[in-house]
T-cell receptor, first 117, second 111 residues
Framework: GAVVSQHPSWVICKSGTSVKIECRSLDFQATTMFWYRQFPKQSLMLMATSNEGSKATYEQGVEKDKFLINHASLTLSTLTVTSAHPEDSSFYIC?????????????FGQGTRLTVV | LAKTTQPISMDSYEGQEVNITCSHNNIATNDYITWYQQFPSQGPRFIIQGYKTKVTNEVASLFIPADRKSSTLSLPRVSLSDTAVYYCLVGPSGGSYIPTFGRGTSLIVHP
């Protein structure tokens, strides 16, 4: 199947700093990528839809100025958590669909564990 | 989007067959049914997808009745490594589809 790679797998940062998470589609082009957040024992919650070459679409309640999304190429989307606070500690997951080949299923990155201290 | 309902948890033993059913009463004509598996601290992994009747791959089988209002993921002869959360998603094949997750089913396989 198609491969989506996320980096880093885990990161620890100090409160008030910013952290960037990268999501790459390795063997296909993705005009759209999705960013999720997952808290312990909970399901994945969609944060935003990342669109190549245009602004991301954020879900209700997600602060667009805090979670900056950039989708500058067909294989890379980045999520920057700005001025991170301990409550932003979570598991962040990206996803993409290989729409060019008519694939209907989504492929997910391995996730990024963010811990803000 | 069609809402899905799954059991919150299931228990099984090694070597048994496990069947997880998902209800999706308002599934649309162009919706597919997709199942994912997620281990702790990992992203979901695609297991199987189907539209109607039965689909089988090297990992699982997916049974979909004629009315498509439910589906059953069947895992043959589970092992301890099948302990995970299983999610059922329903959505169209079109480009605008956004994968949206329900609560999933936490499967625990006992020795």
């Amino acid at each position: 199947g198609a491969v989506v790679s996320q980096h880093p797998s885990w990161v620890i940062c100090k409160s008030g700093t910013s952290v960037k998470i990268e999501c790459r589609s390795l063997d296909f082009q993705a005009t759209t990528m999705f960013w999720y957040r997952q808290f312990p024992k909970q399901s994945l919650m969609l944060m935003a839809t990342s669109n190549e070459g245009s602004k991301a679409t954020y879900e209700q309640g997600v602060e667009k100025d805090k979670f900056l999304i950039n989708h500058a190429s067909l294989t890379l989307s980045t999520l920057t958590v700005t001025s991170a606070h301990p409550e932003d500690s979570s598991f962040y997951i990206c996803s993409a669909r290989d729409q060019d080949r008519g694939r209907t299923e989504a492929f997910f990155g391995q996730g990024t564990r963010l811990t803000v201290v | 989007l069609a809402k899905t309902t799954q059991p919150i948890s299931m228990d099984s033993y090694e070597g048994q067959e496990v069947n997880i059913t998902c209800s999706h009463n308002n599934i649309a004509t162009n919706d597919y049914i997709t199942w994912y598996q997620q281990f702790p601290s990992q992203g979901p992994r695609f297991i199987i997808q189907g539209y109607k009747t039965k689909v089988t791959n090297e990992v699982a089988s997916l049974f979909i009745p004629a009315d498509r209002k439910s589906s059953t993921l069947s895992l043959p002869r589970v092992s301890l490594s099948d302990t995970a959360v299983y999610y059922c998603l329903v959505g169209p094949s079109g480009g605008s589809y956004i994968p949206t997750f329900g609560r999933g089913t936490s499967l625990i396989v006992h020795p």
